[in-house]
Each structure stands twice: as C-alpha cells, then as structure tokens.
C-alpha cells in the first residue's frame, strides 16, 4: 500500500510541475497536448536506424531507466497501441535541425523521437529524461516501475554549437570516475565540449611516455591543507612528494570513449608557456634560470598587490630555448595522438614576462630575431607553438593573451578577461569562444558571503543568466559559442564541483542553446527549483544559494540601512536585528530598515508557505558595517 501511495504522489506531482514544462535548457518551442504516456516494463524500443551511435545512445539510456526497475527492450512494433506503447526512434531528413536539434512527440500510446543525426537523438532522450518523475534520478529507488510524461510536442535545436565546461584537475586531482560523473551531468545538460585543464604549476596530469619526468615528478606535491596561499608553505627539506596523480594513456581513452558515448568531445589544455611550475620541477633546464623547482603546493608565489602581478619563482619556459620546443613537440605528439577533438588548447594566459627580461640569453635571442619587446616574444612562441599543434593535424586554441604581439591565422581565442579580448579577435577573423569572468567563472563565490567560502570575486546565477555571448558590433559567424569555467583551487572533491558548478552551470547551458528571445529568468527560476529536486534525488550537490535573501547595506549618515531582496516567486522574507531566533518569529520584510548601535546581528531566512527554503543567514553589525557603500 505505501508503494502505491508513494506513485500515486509522484504521479499527482509529476502532472502539476508540468503544466508548465521544467525543461532545461528551455526548448525552441513546446506545445502541451492531450493524453499521457504511461512509460513502464510493457513498454518497448521501436529503432528504425542502424545507426551504430544511436544504438550506443540508447543503450546507455535503457541502463538509466533500469535504476527504476524499467526493463526496457528493442522490439519492432508495426502499430503503436494501448497494449503495445513504444518509444521510436528515427534518422530523417529536416535540415532545421542541423545535426544536434530534435523533434520529440509524446502522445497516448508513443514517444517519437527524430532527429537528422545521431547527436539530435542523444540531446532528445536528455530532454525525455526531463520529462520523467525525478524519482528516476534516484539510484536507491528500484521498483518504482512507472512514470508519467504528459503529451507534448518539442521541436529543438542549440543556438551554439559549442557549449562548454571547462574542470581544472592540476589544482585538485579528480579521478577518473569523478571525471566522469562531470561529465554525465554536464551532458544531461545539453552541454558538448568538456575543455579539461590538464597541467598547471599545481601538477602535470597526463602522461607522456616521451617525457616520463612530467608524471614522475610534476604529478606529485607534498601535501598541504586548508586554503591556497601564505598559510600553505613550500616543502621542507627531505619532505616527499605524496599527493596528486595522473591519467594514463588508458585512462584517457577511457574518458574520450565514455565522452563520445554522451555526444561531449573532450579539449585538453596544456598551459603554456607560464603556468609551468610542474613542467619545470621535472625538467628545470628548461627555464631560464635553470634552478631547482619543486612542484607548488598551493603556496604563495605570486605578487598581484600591484598593477601587473610579479611571479615570486620562476614558473615560464624559456621562448629563447630550442629545446623548449623540441619538448612541445614531444608533448602535442602524444596529445594529438589520443584526442580526436580539432582542438588542442594551449594556455598562454598570465605569463609573467619578468624574467625573459632580465635573462641575458632572453635578450641576446630577441635582437638577434628583431623581436622588439616580451610581448612580440610570446606572440613568436605562439607561432611556433600553433606550427607544431597544426603538424599534428590540429587547431590552436588559446586563452585571449595569445592576442598580445599579433596571432597567427586560424587561432581561435577563448576570451575570459571579458569580452574585449574575443571581439578583438573576432573582428580579426579569429574564432572565439566566449568565457569572461564576469559571466562564466563557476568558482566565484555564488551567495552570501557569511555562507560560502571566500573568494576574490562573485557571481550570482541571476549575473550568469544575462550572459550574452554575441556582442552588438561582432559577426555572429565566429562566435563558436561558450563555456563556464571552474578553477578548483578551493574546491577539493566532486560533490562540491558539482555544488560551484550548479545551478549557475543551468544559466549557461540555456544562453548557448536557447533562442536568445526564448530567455526569462523568473521562468528559468521556476524551472530550476525543480532541478533542486532531481539533484537531490540523485544525492548529487547543487548550491541553493539562489533562495537566500540577498542583503544590501548602505549608509545614509549614521544610520546603517539594510535592503533585503529575493528572485524567487511566491517567498517571504524574515529578520531580526536584536539577536534573537528563530527568524520565521521575527520581523516579515516590508522594506528597508535601520540596524541601530550595539552588539548586534542581522538574521534572515526566505519562507514560502511558512516553510523555510532559504538558508539561515547571521551577519554581525561590524561585518554590515563594512559592507556599506
């Protein structure tokens, strides 16, 4: 009996969400329809391609259906009916679609899903996979043997064709499962290209038979706790090298096969030529310098107190050096070998330059090639770097600072200090990427700062949803799309990836698939709550900072002014000012009000029908002080 009540629930849940649908990202068009489709073990797989992808695609989502106790089998069915319901699944030409758009009808007795090829398909099931009870994300849950899709007919298609995530494994080794697991919810997402940070002055993570110091030194570093920086001491001496890691060639095969099985392809990063700490503590002979390094712990070795930041230890390969290039070679050799992505990314971003400069050999090197400053340096180590990754059979690309001194024709620009950068090079001819920091940086603080953990800068989900990737004054024609990008120095494990990387990495997916005009956030905000559901049902973190209020603090003489607000629909907001808890019998906010002198705190919570849905916020009156503008 309770197993009946409990699918009857979700049943009565699952209709009321959908009167207005809860698909992310939102699609072209969506049209509700009569009658309901009863999907269970009665149903059946009508495939009518040979297809060798498709087959692949819906093999993986028979396994997500059979977590559920759904044994869904191929069959050919003539006729769909009450006794005999089907999902069929069809290649057609319908050149609107280009190759990742869709059309999916649910009807009383089918599921119909075409598409003009195999990756259409693929983003059609993740919106089926939408369209179920979130009680089908849930593992635990087998048994639940039914789940109701209400009729509807989808037609869809991305605006972009690249639609990115980007997860840095050098700061904080993720392994490969973990890998992974990003990966399939990025892809449940509708999101195509995973750009993996693979090296970085933190660790080198791919191996390189040619070069096997990269992985026997530059993966390893002594391990440390707690936050990057002053508090993170370099090693001491005979202290050994103990924590990291790497991906073997097998390993990354193993991610690139179970990426193509998600429609993702996979863009690996190999920072260069500043970012190389972990090179340099393998090979040290390649710097300048030519000292001793040691691969860095997360300690402090960079001044970025003054206008242009001064690395403290030498972290650049020597652009002077012949043999810098021999070991470039060697390492796009290996990585052109095992990624079958166009692209191979090269870095380029935050070179310091000082020591080039003050090198004699450096400098002995740019007169004899009348190159007249560090930046026309770097931009003849992009060159070169771009002639080898194009020897391979690939295309450069490379963070906007390959702009710096002029860049080679058929470099595309992935453009994070802003837009500037990416229209820059748009307006050159270049291909771009769109990932600035004010819009696509997922390890900005997200919430209230008494809450979250403290970082340089902040991005709130409503910010990242105004994203707009195509500037006024630029061809749209080379903007490939976008990405979001998730720097792991204060992220340690996969579950709080996940929780820095959603709901904010929702925004992102629906700006780079949605029509621009089908944008709405309080739309995107309904939809998303349910998200938090199907997280939540996949015991999966996601941050619910967006439900929190978000407080303002202003001074109008000596009064102390607080503004309390929330995006979210059909919520209260309670506080008190006199210490005193809990909030829900406090004060309801009507508008902003004055937080007087004393030792006080401010308490606030959002409520919705009574129920607490936000988190408990307390900020002392020192701390609103300084929040003051």
């Excluded at 006794?83 to 050149?95: H, Q, Y």
């Excluded at 002594?222 to 090693?235: E, L, Q």
């Excluded at 698939?513 to 998200?531: A, C, G, I, M, V």
């Amino acid at each position: 009996m309770k197993t009946i009540l409990s699918l009857v629930l979700a049943l009565a849940l699952n209709l009321a969400a959908f009167a207005q649908h809860q698909i992310i990202p939102t699609p072209v068009s969506y049209e509700t329809t009569d009658g309901m489709f009863m999907l269970d073990n009665q149903v059946s797989i009508n495939l009518r391609t040979d297809d060798a992808d498709v087959k692949t695609y819906l093999t993986n989502f028979q396994d997500f259906l059979s977590q559920s106790g759904n044994k869904i089998e191929f069959k050919s069915v003539p006729e769909p009916s009450r006794t005999n319901r089907v999902i069929s699944i069809s290649l057609k030409a319908a050149p609107d679609l280009a190759s990742e758009g869709y059309e999916l009808e649910v009807t009383e007795n089918e599921i119909s899903l075409s598409a003009n090829k195999a990756p259409g398909i693929f983003n059609g099931l993740q919106t089926l996979r939408q369209l179920l009870p979130r009680e089908f994300e849930n593992k635990d849950a087998y048994g639940m043997g039914m789940g109701m899709i209400m009729g509807c007919k989808i037609k869809d298609y991305p605006r972009f064709g690249w639609r990115g995530l980007m997860l840095d494994v050098s700061r904080h080794f993720f392994s490969v499962e973990d890998v992974k697991a990003y990966i399939d919810k990025m892809a449940q997402y509708k999101m195509n290209v995973f750009h993996w940070h693979l090296t970085d002055d933190e660790g080198w993570r791919i191996e390189i038979k040619s070069l096997p110091k990269l992985t026997e030194v530059g993966a390893w570093r002594v391990p440390r706790h707690g936050r990057f920086g002053i508090d993170r001491p370099f090693p001491k001496e005979g202290e050994k090298a103990t924590e990291g890691g790497f991906y073997t060639h097998e390993d990354i095969r193993e991610v690139i096969k179970y990426a193509t099985e998600r429609n993702i392809t996979i863009v690996p990063e190999v920072d260069i030529p500043g970012h190389s700490m972990a090179v340099l503590a393998a090979y040290p002979e390649l710097s300048t310098l030519k000292e001793p390094k040691v691969v860095n712990p997360g300690g402090y070795f960079a001044d970025w107190t003054g206008p242009h930041f001064k690395m403290l230890i030498e972290n650049t390969l020597n652009p002077a050096d012949e043999k810098v290039y021999e070991f470039v070679d060697k390492v796009m050799t290996e990585v052109a070998e095992l990624f079958p992505s166009q692209y191979i990314h090269m870095g380029g971003d935050e070179c310091y330059h000082g020591y080039w400069e003050e090198s004699p050999e450096v400098q002995k090197f740019m007169k004899a090639n009348k190159i007249p400053d560090t930046h026309g340096l770097q931009s003849y180590f992009v060159g070169r770097v771009q002639k080898i990754i194009n020897s391979k059979g690939k295309k450069m690309i490379g963070w906007d600072e390959i702009l710096e001194g002029g860049l080679a024709e058929g470099a595309a620009v992935m453009s994070w200090q802003g837009m500037k950068g990416g229209i820059e090079a748009a307006k050159l001819g270049h291909n771009v990427v769109m990932t600035p920091t004010t819009f696509a940086y997922l390890d900005y603080t997200q919430g209230d700062p008494s809450l979250e953990n403290a970082i340089y800068a902040s991005l709130s989900l409503k910010k990242a949803y105004s994203f707009e990737p195509v500037p006024d004054d630029v061809d749209a024609k080379y903007i490939l799309g976008g990405q979001g990008n998730l720097w792991t120095e204060v992220i340690p494990n996969l579950q709080y990836a996940f929780y820095m990387t959603y709901p904010r990495a929702f925004a992102i997916s629906e700006t780079l698939w949605s029509p621009k005009e089908s944008k709405n956030y309080q739309s995107f905000l309904q939809r998303t709550e349910s998200h938090f559901a199907r997280f939540d049902a996949a015991k999966t973190n996601i941050s619910h900072a967006v439900l929190d209020p978000i407080v303002t603090v202003k001074k109008d003489g000596d009064k102390l002014l607080v503004t309390l607000e929330n995006d979210i629909a059909n919520t209260e907001i309670f506080y008190t000012i006199d210490n005193t808890y809990p909030v829900q019998f406090g004060n309801k906010y009507e508008g902003t009000f004055e937080v007087p002198e004393g030792d006080l705190s401010l308490r606030t919570q959002t409520f919705r029908n009574g129920r607490a849905i936000g988190r408990d916020i307390l900020i002392s009156r020192a701390d609103l002080v300084k929040r003051a503008k």
